[in-house]
């Protein structure tokens, strides 16, 4: 494992991000950590999906997906702006 250097001076929305306990240490890992950190990541919440599907059965699938319909509409924004 290496060591990574952060900015001299991050954006507010990065100290934001990087502040939530969890999700801020997995964000600021594939920013400024590895390469293949990205993998990991995603591993990760495929893995934690699939845990809420055995927890709470079919609201645990269909409830995150319903959640990341924004962000969904929003890359499809963004991608169509260029």
């Given at each position: 494992m290496t060591a990574y250097t952060l900015p001299e001076r991050l954006s507010l929305w990065q100290r934001l991000l990087f502040a939530i306990p969890l999700l801020g240490r997995i964000c600021k890992e594939v920013a400024?950590?590895?390469?293949?950190?990205?993998?990991?990541?995603?591993?990760?919440f495929?893995?934690?999906?699939?845990?809420?599907?055995?927890m709470f059965g079919v609201?645990?699938?269909y409830i995150p997906a319903l959640c990341l319909v924004p962000v969904m509409f929003t890359l499809l924004i963004l991608i169509t702006r260029g």
């Open positions: 400024y950590g590895a390469k293949e950190n990205i993998y990991y990541a995603l591993g990760t495929v893995s934690l999906w699939g845990c809420s599907v055995v609201p645990g699938l």
